[in-house]
């Protein structure tokens, strides 16, 4: 019986010693102790009476436990949900219902605000805190450590994750075996990953880049990684040395760049320096190969399509753009409005087909329709040229998106979060250039005619509703917004009068 991601990715390093997981303290997993652990996550979440197809919503620190209780799901059959740790038990609330999670697997001090939210969908609640100790793992280390992983088709469920939408309501992406798969092998070549090497991971694993991206492809080449629970400025240098290749959204890179201590001889013998999730400025690349000899690779990808393009290995990396389409991927600039391909060169729409692209929405099949054309292209909300060599630049988008620090924020639910405030005729969300986050918040509100916006209530009661990255930055009342004659709220202007708001 096959289950494609455990045969790839994990079934290989049973009983191996090679070392997995380098973490912060010094201690090492190998291979075949995290396979170990992955077998008893399995057995857990069978004994927590987690089904196939089943979706586990997991809200934990980044540990070797939750890494392996990622691998646990597939090896079981489920659906795994990650959910970003600075999401509020409001925010938290939706994805558990729209899911239907079978388990929630919390920190500890989760427990009490997500127990009524769980049992309105008759989910169990278990935990892993940031030592990645906790009921799951107290019910894992009572298991046998092999398991009988059960069978998967290639179509079959691997995870869902959230995206928020344009209109405010969150989307669950569907996450097939073969899109994880395909896409961590189509990496793993473009990118020469291979056993003897050792990847800096810092960043957070519930989303595609730290998840998908780098533990995909470690796994499937059988390297190291230096397991770092977050991005600490001194962890990466202390471990930079060790390390032969690093993973980063571009704020990683602004901020080494901003350290006298990130010195050329320090990373010399890296090979490789990845970045994506956010556009990396021309400007950063320029400054760090200026600073380490070390062009920055970038590549570009979505949740919903996994990683789409990449500049190359060997072969000139263009700054300012995003590279050439990974093997098996394909893609097409069209009209906005016909959907018509346009000629090379020319700014449209891109649009992206391949073994990569998401299943579709979850119970969402009218939005799965409206983006997932029937010729098997999906609909990315980027503004794109292609030259005549191949290569992409993303050069705008046409969605309303903010991306602050790799993560991304989409304006209407912040602004339906200010127009419900007492006081506040309408809002306006946009986002603004910042020096440490690429962009950040900025929210614009108008009065109702007789009221006045207490900004103080306002910022209590986005703290339990907002997560910290959505939380506007800099706030201004103004009379009215400016609108076009179609009445339209003209946030081009607006992205204008406010780009200085976070400069130094
Ligand atoms: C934390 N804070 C932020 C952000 N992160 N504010 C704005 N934008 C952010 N990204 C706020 C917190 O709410 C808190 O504010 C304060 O900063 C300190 O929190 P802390 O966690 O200590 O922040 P940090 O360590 O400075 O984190 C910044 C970071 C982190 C290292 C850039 O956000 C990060 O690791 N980002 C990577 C995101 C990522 O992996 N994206 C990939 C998405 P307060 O004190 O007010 O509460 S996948 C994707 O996009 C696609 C598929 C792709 O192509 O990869
Ligand atoms: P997400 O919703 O987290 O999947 O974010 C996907 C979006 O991030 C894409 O649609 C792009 O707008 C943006 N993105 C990811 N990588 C890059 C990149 N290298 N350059 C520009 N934008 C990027």
Not at 142 to 160: C, H, I
Not at 261 to 266: H, I, Q, S, T, V
Request: hydrophobic share 45%.
């Amino acid at each position: 019986m096959s289950n494609p991601l455990f045969d790839a990715l994990l079934a290989p390093h049973i009983g191996k010693d090679s070392p997995f997981l380098i973490l912060p303290d010094g201690a090492e997993m190998t291979h075949g102790a995290f396979l170990d652990l992955t077998c008893q996550m399995a057995h857990a979440l069978r004994a927590a009476g987690v089904g196939v197809g089943d979706r586990v919503a997991v809200q934990v620190e980044k540990t070797a436990s939750a890494l392996a209780l990622y691998a646990g799901c597939i090896a079981a059959g489920a659906v795994f949900l990650p959910l970003n740790t600075a999401y509020t038990p409001s925010e938290l609330s939706y994805f558990i219902s729209d899911a239907d999670a079978a388990l929630v697997v919390c920190d500890p001090s989760a427990v009490a605000a997500l127990t009524p939210i769980a049992e309105r969908c008759a989910a169990r609640i278990l935990t892993l805190d940031a030592a990645g100790a906790g009921t799951l793992y107290a019910a894992a280390l009572s298991q046998p450590t092999d398991f009988d992983p059960v069978a998967r088709g290639q179509n079959d469920l691997a995870a869902l994750l959230y995206t928020s939408g344009t209109t405010g309501r969150s989307k669950g992406a569907m996450l097939t075996h073969a899109n994880l798969l395909s896409n961590a092998q189509a990496l793993a070549e473009a990118w020469r990953f291979a056993d003897q090497d050792v990847l800096l991971h810092a960043l957070p694993i519930f989303h595609s880049h730290g998840l998908f991206v780098a533990c995909n492809v470690s796994l499937l080449a059988g390297n190291a990684m230096i397991f770092l629970p977050k991005f600490d400025q001194d962890a990466m240098l202390r471990f930079l040395p060790r390390a032969t290749t690093m993973m980063g959204v571009p704020t990683f890179y602004t901020r080494l760049l901003d350290d006298p201590r990130f010195a050329r001889d320090l990373v010399a013998h890296l090979r490789l320096f990845v970045s994506g999730s956010a556009p990396l400025l021309a400007e950063t690349h320029q400054a760090f190969e200026a600073r380490t000899g070390h062009r920055i690779l970038e590549r570009y990808g979505m949740t919903e399509t996994n990683m789409n393009t990449s500049n190359p290995y060997e072969g000139e990396r263009r700054a300012g753009t995003v590279g050439l389409p990974l093997k098996g991927v394909e893609l097409r600039v069209c009209d906005p409005e016909t959907r018509a391909e346009l000629p090379k060169g020319e700014i449209g729409m891109l649009h992206v087909r391949g073994p990569n692209v998401f299943l579709g929405y979850w119970n969402m099949p009218e939005k799965t329709r409206e983006e997932l054309l029937e010729d098997g292209f999906f609909i990315t909300g980027d503004l794109a040229k292609i030259d005549q060599d191949g290569y992409v630049t993303i050069v705008g988008r046409g969605k309303d998106l903010i991306i602050s620090g790799g993560f991304n924020i989409y304006p209407k639910e912040i602004e339906m979060f200010l127009d419900a405030q007492a006081g506040v005729k309408e809002s306006a969300v946009i986002g603004a250039p910042h020096p440490d986050f690429g962009e950040s918040v900025v929210a614009v509100l108008v009065p109702e005619a007789e009221g006045s916006i207490d900004l103080e209530t306002i910022l209590a009661a986005a703290k339990t509703a907002l997560a910290g990255f959505k939380r506007p930055r800099h706030i201004v009342i103004v009379d009215a917004l400016p609108r076009n004659t179609m009445g339209k709220v003209q946030k081009a202007e607006m992205r204008k009068t406010y780009a200085d708001v976070f400069q130094p």
